[in-house]
């Protein structure tokens, strides 16, 4: 929504759809910048005029996303396999949130006209992305950023982090498949078509009783879709270390671990598992 914001202050009128069902920590956000989620995307993009914000991945977006016209990208992830019509405005940065680099896009006048129901979103995003400024993804720029978000939001910085991150850790009342869909994300990795859904935790003995039905719906997902591979990355954000689950035909000689240290999807997994992969292959 803000990137939204930004873009019609720029004179290209613009509207935010979301992709997915909005989990707790999102809802948790939206809530408290008393603003009501995007509709879901529910329209055909074919030859519509699109900017992508926090991905570039085709497989994580709509299945017509290559049919349209991508004008822009705003992201801190890896460039995935994007092919485009016409040459886009491209902004990426390997910053811990693209609500960073949303907020240093922005000039002078655009950050003082921010209403502070907006700078919640950023603020709440950039915390979550990078578990409160612990995530091994964050930068000068993220620590800086959230400072001067704070003070523009009016938000106790604090409790807000607090509550927002017992909203991520919020597992009661869910299925295994809802677990698993809560933030999954879909990747190419050495020719394979890989799920990974990463689920954070603040004590891995919170989700030991649903250990098994995660599995079972791991190998359900692996059935459903053709995935190669499907991958929970169970997270302990106090702790700081991840547990590797693994289910699908690509997954014969993989045995679940824990990597000390293993907060983040994209610096710390992904490399990790693509050379896994290709090792594999060679």
């Known amino acids: 929504m803000v990137a939204a914001h930004w873009l019609t202050l720029r004179n290209h009128p613009a509207r935010a759809w979301r992709l997915g069902e909005a989990n707790r920590e999102t809802r948790f956000i939206f809530e408290q910048a008393g603003i009501p989620l995007p509709e879901r995307l529910n329209i055909p993009l074919k030859n519509e005029q ?6 570039t991945e085709p497989a994580q977006g709509p299945l017509d996303l290559l049919q349209s016209q991508i004008l822009g990208i705003i992201d801190h992830h890896r460039l995935g396999g994007l092919t485009t019509q016409l040459p886009p405005e491209v902004w990426i940065k390997p910053v811990g949130s693209s609500a960073t680099l949303l907020w240093m896009l922005m000039d002078t006048d655009a950050r003082h006209s921010l209403p502070p129901t907006l700078a ?57 498949e809802q677990l698993l869909d809560k933030d999954l994300k879909a990747f190419v990795i050495a020719g394979i078509d890989v799920r990974i859904a990463q689920l954070e935790v603040s ?53 679940s671990c824990s990597v000390p240290g293993m907060l983040s999807r994209k610096k710390q997994l992904l490399p990790w598992l693509e050379a896994h992969l290709n090792q594999s292959r060679s």
Not at 50 to 55: A, K, S
Not at 121 to 133: I, K, P
């Open 50 to 55: 699109v900017w992508l914000v926090d991905f």
């Open 203 to 255: 004590s891995q003995q919170q989700i030991a009783p649903l250990i098994d039905d995660l599995h079972a719906a791991m190998m359900d997902m692996a059935s459903q879709t053709g995935a190669g591979l499907v991958v929970l990355m169970l997270t302990d954000i106090t702790d700081c270390y991840s547990t590797l689950y693994f289910a699908g035909r690509e997954s014969r000689n993989m045995a």
């Open 120 to 176: 919640i979103l950023l603020l709440g995003a950039l915390l979550s992305d990078t578990v409160n400024l612990h995530s091994p993804t964050s930068t000068e720029d993220d620590i800086r950023i959230a400072t001067e978000l704070s003070v523009v939001s009016g938000v106790n910085r604090k409790s807000f982090a607090r509550e927002l991150l017992r909203a991520k850790t919020d597992i009661a009342d869910q299925s295994a």
